[in-house]
């Protein structure tokens, strides 16, 4: 018991570490809460054009993704650095645009159909050619309500 | 030593933090953090087939063309008055088409356009007939379309918010719904987007 008391007396009390899962905890339902799951692999590299004056995407089950850009580099070798269109985990061409969006309206319900949003990630150095393309065939499949994904900036 | 026997030994809540710190890592690296954020735009409804195609006519001083060439050059302006300008020029080059101030007789006509409000009132608001017509070519880059579409929605921002902190006495961005609605029919974003330019060398 003297060694003890001796001990105790020297140096602080250790910090108790109990609370310690606890903090853990409240963070990791943070991330829980606040991230949702990353649902395709990205076949495409691109890096979004800036802007000042973009909108935040609200729904995002009302939202479908078209990629365009130069295929990612472990994919280079197969298809080459012309920049194609990802439709779900593959690259597809202009005319599977329409199937595309019939496929992503039959998931909506029939109230949200009207609302689907289109997003359209392009790199910044794509060509207005194969965005056009895609805008065509956007507007043949009735689907009007687009958004050209760009990252906020803060202007000149 | 006879009650500390009937005591139920305590659990080792040690390595709970190491439990969850495997749980938060797994969920800091399988998902995404970023909001989608960008441009809002309406196409047009594709004409049906059968359908003639006609020009619909405008007249020239409702119009105001914009176009990126290859190399994002912009010209912009009414149609045979355009001139080569700066990205940085658009935005009030665009703002004076919309609001034609000085009612000049070169920018757009107005038509007094009558807008219910929530309220039940009517606001009359000259609405402008002007359309801005934005055009690409094939080899145009993404970037400068984008830019190009940022300063024109910029224009139409700005000239909403006049507008809004005129009527409203706010911001159109901090008015309710209804008041929002109406300041967009007062002052819509009508940008006609044509397909681009087959410019052939």
Redesign the interface.
């Known amino acids: 018991m003297a060694v003890m008391k001796k001990k105790g007396n020297k140096g602080l009390p250790p910090i108790s570490?109990?609370s310690?899962?606890d903090v853990?905890?409240m963070?990791?339902f943070f991330?829980?809460v606040?991230?949702?799951?990353?649902d395709q692999e990205l076949l495409v590299r691109y890096k979004l054009?800036?802007?000042?004056?973009?909108?935040?995407?609200e729904k995002?089950s009302l939202?479908s993704y078209i990629h365009i850009g130069q295929p990612s580099l472990a994919m280079q070798a197969k298809f080459g650095t012309a920049p194609r269109i990802q439709l779900n985990d593959s690259y597809k061409t202009t005319k599977d645009i329409l199937d595309f969006v019939a496929a992503e309206r039959d998931k909506l319900s029939e109230a949200d159909r009207a609302s689907m949003?289109i997003?359209?990630k392009?790199?910044?150095?794509?060509?207005?050619?194969i965005?056009?393309d895609v805008?065509?065939e956007?507007?043949?499949a009735?689907a009007?309500?687009?958004?050209?994904?760009?990252?906020?900036s803060l202007g000149? | 030593m006879a009650t500390d026997k009937r005591k139920v030994q305590e659990i080792n809540a040690g390595s709970m933090a190491d439990i969850a710190f495997l749980l938060l890592i797994f969920f800091l690296v399988a998902t995404t953090m970023n909001t989608d954020t960008g441009l809002v735009r309406m196409l047009p409804p594709m004409p049906p087939e059968d359908q003639k195609q006609e020009d619909i006519k405008v007249k020239e001083r409702n119009l105001f063309l914009v176009l990126i060439s290859g190399s994002g050059n912009i010209m912009a302006g009414n149609p045979g008055k355009q001139e080569i300008i700066d990205l940085r020029q658009l935005k009030e080059k665009a703002k004076e088409f919309i609001l034609n101030p000085m009612d000049s007789e070169d920018l757009p006509e107005k038509t007094d356009k009558e807008i219910e409000l929530a309220d039940g009132s009517k606001w009359v608001y000259p609405e402008s007939q002007g359309v801005i017509s934005l055009q690409t070519t094939r080899d145009t880059n993404y970037q400068s379309y984008i830019m190009v579409q940022n300063e024109l929605t910029r224009a139409f921002n700005e000239v909403r918010d006049d507008v809004a902190m005129r009527k409203f006495g706010a911001k159109f961005s901090e008015l309710p719904e209804e008041q929002r609605n109406a300041v967009s029919k007062a002052v819509p974003q009508k940008i006609s987007e044509a397909e681009p330019r087959n410019i052939k060398k």
């Open positions: 570490t109990a310690l899962p853990i905890f963070i990791l991330f829980m606040s991230t949702t799951m990353r054009p800036e802007a000042t004056e973009v909108q935040k995407l995002k939202v949003t997003c359209l392009a790199d910044q150095s794509t060509k207005m050619g965005v056009t805008k065509q956007l507007r043949r009735n009007l309500k687009i958004s050209y994904a760009s990252s906020k000149y």
